[in-house]
């Protein structure tokens, strides 16, 4: 399960692009464990560091500390790349994290592995011996704090790069490496009989049973799910291509319906589901609710079935396609503010796995409270039709034509409606590139980009691998009811 293949996407191009950040990373099972793997890849300016790699990095350590997934670091790299030092090197989150990343997770009793299999320089010569164990392949890995020009310029000497940091220097004389190694081969055949041996962490003990496919076809999500993000559609016709036995119990189904809550089974596993509704629904009180906004009763609800997912150990799965909460007099009065920010406390605190796989809209607040980047989920992935933002870009570009040509006003200006309309143009554009689930993935605002039928899997891996971490007890603090 990759993570982060299209990080850095149409990102440093005036440096020639960093197709996938220069690193692979993602989840597979070796000698039947699954692992966290993060490979430079060489053939991108000597696998440096550019700001994305470190951010790629710290995701994927991020993952590995959450569900106790033992590391193999595959390390080919030049270090930091140096015409964007300022980016990369001194903050909290960069570089420097990911060897404290290396430290903490060692401390926590999870295995890592480091395979030296090409140049391994300067502040990139900390990762592989801050693991656990270090493998080196002759002829081909070296590993040292400078390099034979550097050495040179440093203090005068000459120095060929073997002897100064070679297999045979860091094995046999340094002992700064365990295992030297004649070829790429054995190096990933000695780590795979490495990671056999290892023991394993117990299980946390969500639920499975047997698996049972959906009754409905996933591929019915293609025709279900509407090419425009403006269109309503059967949310739980979506849900039955899902889930086990396309089989729903929902939570207070005729209550806050502009949200479907649901215990169900995806791949064997008993989950939560907290989904946007995006049909029209009339409220018990006779009134009209847009469907894929979150209203009070919606936002109540919702709050209400995670603490209880989280009475019971069971793992949450949100499904985005909401455009926010719904605004005016009626949900102020109401106490909108009150409701929405019940079930964000209840997201923040849950302790139980929670994963994100954004279908469709994901905008302002919404995306806050059902299970955002920012509020930890265990992997967060999208959709081709995925749109992540503040607002719409319709909407953003109403608002800010609306305050320009009020600015305008104020000062005696007029704005034509021909100069107006390329104004509210010019804003649509940008806001519709910056929603696009690609612009969010190369900034890893998600893990991954996925087609809709592989939605199980990917839960179903998840849950798999988040088994193996313990969970905290669920402890909301004060919110108001």
Not at 279 to 304: P, T
Request: glycine share 8%; proline share 5%.
């Amino acid at each position: 399960m990759e993570i982060g293949a299209f990080a850095a996407y149409e990102m440093y191009e005036e440096y020639g692009g960093c197709p996938a950040a220069g690193v692979v990373c993602g989840i597979a099972n070796v000698s039947g464990r699954p692992c966290m793997i993060i490979a430079n890849d060489a053939t991108v300016k000597a696998g440096a560091w550019f700001p994305m790699t470190g951010k790629k990095n710290l995701r994927a350590q991020e993952i590995a500390m959450e569900n106790r997934l033992p590391l193999i670091y595959l390390v080919d790299s030049a270090g930091v790349f140096l015409p964007m030092q300022d980016e990369i090197f001194p903050d909290k989150e960069h570089f420097g994290r990911i060897f404290r990343n290396n430290a903490k997770i060692s401390s926590m009793g999870i295995p890592q592995i480091a395979a030296i299999m090409g140049s391994c320089v300067a502040g990139g010569a900390y990762l592989p011996i801050m693991s656990d164990e270090a493998l080196i392949v002759k002829k081909t890995g070296s590993i040292f704090l400078a390099g034979p020009y550097l050495v040179k310029a440093a203090i005068g000497e000459d120095v060929d790069k073997e002897t100064l940091g070679g297999s045979h220097t860091q094995s046999n004389i340094s002992g700064v490496t365990d295992y030297e190694v004649e070829t790429d081969q054995e190096c990933l055949d000695t780590i795979k009989s490495l990671v056999d041996k290892m023991g394993a962490f117990p299980d946390t003990g969500f639920d499975r049973i047997a698996a049972k496919k959906p009754k409905r076809d996933p591929k019915e999500i293609y025709e279900i799910f509407p090419e425009s993000s403006s269109k309503t559609y059967d949310s739980r016709a979506v849900l039955e291509c899902l889930v086990d036995d396309s089989e729903l119990v929902e939570y207070k189904a005729g209550y806050g319906q502009t949200i479907i809550t649901a215990y169900a089974r995806i791949d064997g596993w008993a989950v939560g589901i907290v989904a946007n509704n995006r049909q029209v629904v009339k409220s018990a009180k006779g009134e009209l609710q847009f469907g894929g906004v979150i209203y009070s009763d919606s936002a109540d609800k919702a709050a209400r079935f995670i603490m209880n997912c989280n009475q019971k150990k069971i793992p949450l799965v949100f499904l985005h396609d909401v455009t926010g909460f719904m605004v005016g007099t009626r949900s102020e009065h109401g106490g909108i503010i009150k409701d929405g920010a019940k079930m964000v406390n209840a997201v923040s605190n849950s302790t139980v796995p929670k994963f994100s796989v954004v279908m469709g809209n994901s905008f302002g607040a919404g995306n806050y409270a059902m299970c955002g980047k920012a509020y930890d989920p265990r992997l967060i992935v999208a959709w081709p039709s995925a749109k992540i933002a503040v607002m719409g870009g319709a909407q953003a570009a109403k608002v800010l034509t609306q305050i320009q040509v009020s600015s305008m006003k104020a000062k005696g200006e007029t704005l034509d409606p021909e100069k107006e309309k390329a104004l509210f143009d010019s804003i649509s554009n940008k806001y519709e590139e910056q929603t696009t689930p690609y612009y969010a993935a190369s900034r890893l605002w998600v893990d991954a980009i996925i087609d809709p039928t592989q939605t199980r899997a990917v839960i179903s891996k998840g849950i798999e691998v988040a088994n193996k971490a313990p969970i905290e007890k669920f402890n909301p603090g004060v919110f108001q009811v």
